[in-house]
């Protein structure tokens, strides 16, 4: 069984950083492509960011230079580096494994 768990959200002031980790059990992380999403309160759950099982990367356009997603496939960890954060960044943040499984979530709070 697939476990995903997120840690590292907090609440910020605008412009400070988080790294949001997701820490994945049950599965080979190396084998899939990873990806962090959010979903802000009353909004639908919108893709923030993947990494291909070969380190390509892809982004949202809102997070587009602020935003960096990596992996350790040693650790199974993938993370989330997000710098020069907004408040309309706060949401919770979830990972995912593949198209398949989602971690819990961790929030994301970000004061003007």
């Known amino acids: 069984q697939v476990q995903l768990v997120e840690s590292g959200g907090g609440l910020v002031q605008a412009g400070e950083s988080l790294r949001l980790s997701c820490a994945a059990s049950?599965?080979?992380?190396?084998?899939?492509?990873m990806g962090w999403y959010r979903q802000a309160p009353g909004k639908q759950r919108e893709l923030v960011a993947t990494?291909?099982?070969?380190?390509?990367?892809n982004y949202a356009d809102s997070v587009k230079g602020r935003f960096t997603i990596s992996r350790d496939n040693a650790k199974n960890t993938v993370y989330l580096q997000m710098n020069s954060l907004k408040p309309e960044d706060t949401a919770v943040y979830y990972c995912?494994?593949?198209?398949?499984?989602w971690g819990q979530g961790t929030q994301v709070t970000v004061s003007s």
């Open positions: 990494i291909t099982k070969e380190g390509s990367t």
């Open positions: 995912r494994i593949g198209g398949g499984s």
């Open positions: 049950g599965a080979i992380m190396r084998l899939y492509a």
